[in-house]
């Protein structure tokens, strides 16, 4: 081949690899973070800050209402929706007063904050925990508060426990039993534990049992070779056999027992089939994060974010590859500007403007998180970025508080309960 040819060639391969370089994803912010960027600006408080929006809740608080029949009662996720306001609010709105409750700091302030809730807890507490959580109460409220607690029990080593507490404090106590349904989340592994497990129970007169509690949500993520309505069946249909084997249990066992499951993620499949369960517990699906986009899950509409200010808006440069920046950027657009927000290493991702992203070359920060993105975001010092959560459990409480927004304006402010 002639050296024409050759060069030809060359450079046909070098026009094509640059075709390929990526695109500028650049975007300034839609009308509805425009405008949300404009508020802050003038009455943000310059903090990282929390956003809700009320209108999105409230869609959000409504299809879960009209989803679920009457046979199946809702109960609060508390670790998914820290806050007294919110609590307080959904509660009012989807016209109910249970509450399930993971960490017992929350507990405390819980049974202070609602006096009439119905508290039962997701997880199966130390002793030691609940000891304190009686400890920590004031005392005019420590026998209503024993009342509207729920412990849950996973074995018979913690039944002994919880039933030598129960004497200790010379009080009844109500427990709920653990169950696995399938999925590997500990509890009684059996039916034939269950029912050894509640026999027990007439050597303990303190301890009253109000039925199960047994977490399905994993069926939401079934691998590919088992279909999610068949994981859903298989888990319903093991719970109907626990139930089954304490059902004789006349004077143990009780004639209406709650029958507690589900999730954010599963609920829609209780709510659509014949399921066993006569309460679900739901957070995450009235904030809908990121995690929680899933099929079943569509139609619920995002409604927290993450607001931080931008400290410092520079050149992309990496350091120690300064003089390399001008190829770095006319290759990637993407790397042409560097944003450093106040705060950061939220688990949250980056949503407007668009085409803002992590920098993996120069790492996370939790004081000043680096973004990087093209020069079309048009950004500077004292604009807002704002950031889509992966998960509101936990991210709450390192937020003192959540400002409100109604019709795009911002309306109020909830405090935040923290986990300890």
Sequence with gaps: MKRRHLLGLGALGLLGGWALRPHDRGQVHDAYFAALNRQLQQDGDGLPTLLLDLDRLDANADLLAARLPERLALRLVTKSLASSGLLEYLAKRLQTQRFMVFQQPQLNRLARSFPQADLLLGKPLPVEAALNFHRQLPQHLASDAARQVTWLIDSEQRLVQYAELAKALKQPLRIALEIDVGLQRGGFASPQALNQAVQQLARYPLLQCRGLMGYDAHVAHSPPWVRQQQAFADSDARYR???????????????????????????????????????????????????????????????????????????????????????????????????????????????????????????????????????????????WVFLRPAVSEGLLADFSEIRLLRRGQLVGRWSTIGNA
Excluded at 249 to 255: G, I, N, Q, T, V
Excluded at 286 to 314: E, G, N, R, S, Y
Excluded at 364 to 376: F, M, T
């Design 241 to 383: 056999k626990f139930i089954d084997s304490v059902r004789s249990l006349d004077k143990l066992w009780p004639a209406l027992p709650l029958l507690n499951g589900g999730g954010s993620l599963t609920y829609p499949l209780h709510s659509q089939q014949a399921s066993v369960l006569n309460e679900v517990a739901v957070g995450s699906a009235l904030l809908k994060p990121a995690d929680f986009d899933t099929a079943l899950l569509q139609a619920h509409q995002p409604a927290l974010w993450i607001a931080a200010p931008v400290l410092k808006a520079v050149d992309g440069a990496l350091p120690y590859l300064q003089p390399l920046q001008p190829a770095i950027s006319a290759w990637n657009p993407n790397r042409q500007r560097a944003y450093y927000l106040y705060g950061g290493r939220w688990p949250a991702q980056p949503v407007s403007p668009q085409g803002l992203d992590y920098d993996p070359l120069y790492g996370r920060s939790a004081n000043q998180e680096r973004l990087i993105g093209s020069a079309g975001a048009q950004l500077g010092s004292g604009d």
